[in-house]
């Protein structure tokens, strides 16, 4: 008898805590839908804004690929310490993007269809040649904070001269990270090269400045003043400007070279 009258005495206070509290609970939820919705709201406004804008530009950057939610009009990304596998993957669910970095130095091997889309790479690596990388590389611009010496620069000018590379590829930058690195004065020593003649020949290598943009080149890079050039196959050419900590490499058609069909 005790126990009944404690669980109706329980059942009592217990619903009229409900009642008081009931109402309260309601307007939370309702707080919290609000404020979910507006969210959505806000996001799918910016998402939208990206996407219609000219200026704008949508960047992603992530360590792990698990964690990222897809976004359209995705236009630049980094993506830190991943495989070629999901490089490729997120290249492919991002068919918007026009800038990548990528960082670390883990391997990298892209198929042939990978990064054909993209204009701009970037690669912010340590131990790998920029060769290893650039064997599979089908973009247009490549700029590589790395290393590299003169036999890696060797191989790099003979893997383009036997067509080795993308017929994409129009302009490579390496860029020495270790301060105790330098290219040295006699790097292009026994190559049969030519002087840039500015008086029949571009003054500046014609480089887009959104490009420039997402690369954070300043127009000084695509000074020829001083280039060297050799001629390639397929009706390219091949000019190059170094000093000790940058060594640039700009791909021509021969035909927008020379002023007069004589040159040719």
């Known amino acids: 008898m005790l126990l009944k009258r404690i ?4 059942r009592y206070r217990c619903s009229e805590q409900i009642d008081i509290i009931f ?5 939370m939820f309702l707080l919290c839908l609000l404020i979910s919705q507006f969210y959505l709201e806000l996001h799918n406004h910016i998402i939208d804004l990206f996407s219609k804008s000219i200026n704008w530009k949508l960047t992603v950057s992530m360590e792990e690929i698990n964690c990222y939610r897809q976004l359209p009009s995705v236009k630049s990304a980094k993506l830190i310490n991943v495989r070629d596998k999901i490089v490729t993957d997120f290249v492919s669910c991002n068919p918007d993007l026009t800038k990548l970095s990528l960082v ?5 091997y892209f198929s042939e269809m990978g990064l054909i889309n993209i204009r701009n790479v970037e690669f912010i690596v340590t131990k790998r ?3 290893q990388y650039l064997q599979y590389f089908r973009a247009t611009n490549a700029v590589f904070f790395s290393s590299g010496d003169r036999i890696e620069v060797a191989l790099f000018i003979r893997d383009w001269f036997n067509n080795v590379y993308s017929e994409n590829l129009r302009f490579v930058r390496i860029l020495q990270t270790r301060t105790y690195e330098r290219f040295p004065n006699n790097l292009l020593y026994g190559y049969e090269m030519k002087e840039w ?3 029949r020949m571009p003054k500046k290598f014609p480089f887009s400045k959104e490009d420039q943009e997402e690369l954070h080149l300043n127009e000084e890079l695509f000074s020829c003043d001083g280039a060297k050039y050799f001629e390639g196959p397929n009706g390219k050419l091949a000019s190059i400007r170094f000093d000790s900590k940058q060594f640039l490499f700009y791909v021509w058609d021969k035909q927008d070279v020379f002023a007069s069909k004589e040159d040719l």
Do not use: A, K, R, W
């Not at 669980?7 to 329980?10: H, I």
């Not at 670390?104 to 990298?108: A, K, R, T």
């Open 7 to 10: 669980c109706n005495e329980f």
């Open 23 to 27: 109402p309260g609970l309601c307007v």
């Open 104 to 108: 670390g130095d883990q391997s990298i």
């Open 129 to 131: 040649s920029f060769t």
């Open 197 to 199: 003649d500015l008086s």
